[in-house]
């Protein structure tokens, strides 16, 4: 098929049923049978993949592990090697940046090309949809499929429509037509939850929302009803970035000396939750898996990941992940901690316009600090609150790195470190899609005077001495007036 000259050619790409394809792959001996995968049938974790097989049953992604096996007692429960779907990844991406200079990732299984102006070295975008499926096939032995749009919104829809194993091309023309009839549901980050909004004022289609009242699509949606209806219409101007394509955003903490307190060990944690919090809220990304890394003296290293019940960006999330991790699957305080990190990986496409209850809580929260914070600097604000208020239990409050902070004066652009730490962000992106979220080749400075400065001890004396008040202190008091 031609694509017109000089029309945005947009692919999407996403494996089918990535982590069980891989499974099946791997172990001929599972194919054709439901495949769960994510743990023991009867852990306490939440599936990770389903196999289509098992997706007949009612299986689905970020499900109770439980809840599985209910529904699909037959089915095969296995463990997450995210390893080996790392590795996998690294040959799929590898396939796609052979179409493409502009691949962005939008995590391990999937990416937009841009292959606009592409019809005389590949033979259009279309061609180049059935050679990348065939070359997936060939060389991963699995199936993808592929949506061809005219901009990224619609290729991502597109790609989803007809999974597994499809191809669904959208030429420019089509986009109305085919956008139309579409459920309200399917639109990134709508999900049922905001479909419900949005049905409940008797939207249920693209056409539907396309058309409605602005004023009234605002007293339903807030905010986002501009855009919502904008991207309703299929117009969505948004480049494939292949630089902003990022697989995880981290931090990590090397504490001085050796660290067996849990006060002082979970203290870090909600620093680290904190940090990585705030980026993923700037950036506007939601994370669907958050990995702990603890390192015990002398150098063993441990990381531990969880899928979150619903994709997060909030502090609280984070962190209540973390800590269960941290109590749950690791040997806790009870050996001498060195290091710890927080990682947050698996982005959407898309943030979330409707976010499950308990998360929209947090964030309307965490958006009241983030605000605070870019108006006064960073370290205006603690982060205590975030763990008395949220769902992963008791904070320790006003002595030390955890308790409510005050400012030391300036700003700096992170939230503040544990003190008597050093510590490193690390954004993983497109070139290291295959590494650890940890990856210590993408680190990069934290910045933040706060965090380098802070190898003061905590001691109490140090804590009792007269203080200057900070910018924000004193701008908090004349606003107090
Ligand atoms: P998806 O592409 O969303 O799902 P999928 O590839 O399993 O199935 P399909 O695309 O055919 O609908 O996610 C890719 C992988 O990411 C998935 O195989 C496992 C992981 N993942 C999680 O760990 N938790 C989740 O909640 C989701 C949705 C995915
Ligand atoms: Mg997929
Ligand atoms: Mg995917």
């Known amino acids: 098929m031609e694509w017109p000259a000089g029309e945005r050619a947009v692919l999407h790409v996403d494996m089918d049923a990535f982590y069980a394809s891989v499974e099946q792959r791997d172990r001929p001996e599972l194919r054709g049978l439901p495949v769960v995968v994510g743990g023991p049938k009867d852990a306490r974790g939440v599936v990770s993949a389903a196999s289509y097989e098992a997706r007949a049953f009612g299986v689905r992604s970020a499900m109770p592990l439980r809840t599985a096996a209910r529904l699909c007692p037959r089915a095969v429960f296995v463990p997450v090697r995210m390893d080996r779907y790392l590795e996998v990844s690294r040959g799929v991406f590898a396939i796609l940046d052979r179409f493409s200079p502009l691949v962005e990732a939008l995590s391990v299984d999937e990416a937009f090309l841009d292959l606009t102006g592409c019809e005389r070295l590949l033979g259009g975008p279309v061609a180049a949809a059935r050679a990348i499926r065939d070359a997936v096939r060939a060389e991963c032995g699995l199936t993808c499929s592929v949506g061809v749009a005219p901009n990224k919104f619609v290729a991502k829809i597109a790609s989803d429509l007809e999974k597994p194993d499809a191809l669904v091309v959208v030429p420019p023309g089509a986009v109305t037509a085919f956008l139309a009839p579409l459920p309200v549901e399917r639109m990134w980050g709508v999900g049922p939850r905001g479909g419900g909004t949005l049905r409940a004022i008797g939207i249920r289609t693209f056409a539907d929302l396309a058309a409605a009242d602005p004023a009234r699509l605002r007293r339903a949606v807030g905010a986002h009803a501009g855009a919502l209806a904008a991207l309703a219409r299929g117009s969505d101007a948004r480049p494939v970035v292949p630089d902003s394509s990022r697989k995880s955003v981290g931090a990590e903490t090397t504490f001085p000396e050796d660290v067996s307190d849990p006060d002082a060990l979970r203290e870090t944690l909600v620093l680290l939750a904190d940090r990585v919090g705030t980026r993923l809220r700037r950036d506007g990304l939601d994370a669907r898996c958050v990995t702990l890394k603890v390192r015990y003296a002398p150098f063993r290293t441990i990381t531990r990941r969880a899928t979150l019940e619903a994709p997060a960006s909030s502090t609280g999330a984070l962190l209540g992940a973390a800590w269960r991790l941290f109590r749950e699957r690791t040997p806790g305080a009870r050996e001498p901690v060195r290091l710890l990190g927080i990682a947050a990986s698996d982005f959407l496409a898309q943030p979330l316009l409707f976010a499950p209850r308990e998360e ?122």
């Open 360 to 481: 929209a809580r947090a964030r309307r929260v965490d958006d009241a600090v983030d605000a605070v914070r870019r108006r006064f600097g960073t370290a205006a604000l603690g982060r205590g609150s975030v763990v008395a208020s949220g769902a992963v239990g008791r904070a320790k409050r006003g002595s030390g790195s955890g308790g409510a902070r005050r400012a030391p004066s300036g700003a700096s652009p992170e939230p503040p470190c544990p003190r008597n730490a050093s510590s490193s962000s690390s954004v993983s992106s497109a070139p290291s899609r295959a590494s650890s979220p940890f990856s210590s080749s993408c680190s990069v400075p934290s910045g933040g005077p706060t965090c380098r400065a802070s190898r003061r001890p905590s001691s109490a004396s140090s804590r009792s001495r007269p203080r200057r008040w900070s910018a924000a202190e004193r701008a908090a008091r004349s606003a107090g007036r």
